[in-house]
Structures are given as C-alpha cells and as structure tokens.
C-alpha cells in the first residue's frame, strides 16, 4: 500500500505482457533496431574525424559535419523512441521502465543541442564545439550501455518466462 491508500503493483519485470505485445508487434520497434546500430556507427566515424582534427588541426569542416549527422541521427532516434514508448507503455517519455534511459539521453540531446547553438551563432571555438562533443559522445556511450543492459534484461526475462528457471548442472 502506498501512503494514500492505493496498492502497489510490482512489476513483473520489463515488459508485461500486454507491454512485449504491442513492443513485437509495433513498426517502431524495427524502426529503433535500424536507427540505433547507425547511430553507433555514426558516432564511432564522427569520434574518429574529431580526434583527428583535435589531434592534427586538419578536417575541422568535415568534423563538423560528421557532428551535424549524429546529431540529426540523434534527434530521429529520439523522436522515434518516444512514438515507440507511447505505443508499448502508453507514454511518450519516462516510462517506469526506460526512465533513467531517457534522462540520461536528455543529457545527450542537451549537449548535441549545446554544440548546434555555439555553431550556428558562433559564440564558440572549434576546440569548446569539439570538447562538448566529446562530452556528448561520453554521455552517448553511457545511454547506449544503458540501453544494451536492458536488451539484455529483456532476453532474460523472456527466457525465464518462456524456458522457466533452469539449474545448471556441474
């Protein structure tokens, strides 16, 4: 019972029922499984261009414009995720079970959106665009371990609720 009388519902894990239903049965799930492996790969050729350019001064532009594609990958898988959220947990952010996912991927949208205004007005180095990038792709790394862990505790509980407990045998 809570304080104002209402019972708890416990969780049964991850998903309910009703929730993994509508998640297989959704385009957007396929959606999010497409835009979230381009998304690692963007990330890992913008890291590249803006070490280089940090390292070497060389290919400032075309840093640039690799940060102007995570970002845009960025935004979609945001926009995205949230429809995906509002078909399977009937809310389009801080659903209980991605809460803190999408806390922390405010962090990453807030410093993406940091580095767009200090380029776009220019009140900004290259090295202050490139540092808050690099603590953008930082926290990115952050939310996208977040994310495998629940993937992973998603495949667990399925498996428990599909195969039941199973006990190794040594």
Known sequence: MTSDGRQQVKRPGLYTD???K???E???????????????????????LVMRTLMTGEGVEVA??????KTFVLYTIMVTGAIWEKV??????FAPAFFWEDVVSFVVIALHTLYLF????GFMTDFQLFAITLAAYATYV??????????RAARLQ???EAFGTMEVVQ
Not at 118 to 121: A, P, Q
């Open 26 to 48: 959704t385009v957007w799930t396929l959606v999010q499984g497409v835009l979230a492996p381009l998304q690692f790969v963007v990330f890992l050729v913008s890291l590249g």
């Open 118 to 121: 200090g380029l776009l007005f």
């Open 64 to 69: 640039h414009i690799s940060i102007l594609i």
């Open 22 to 24: 509508r998640r297989d």
């Open 158 to 160: 399925y498996e428990r």
């Open 88 to 93: 399977v947990f009937g809310q389009y952010l």
């Open 142 to 151: 952050v939310n996208a371990a977040q994310f495998l862990l629940k993937l």
């Open 18 to 20: 009703a929730e993994r």
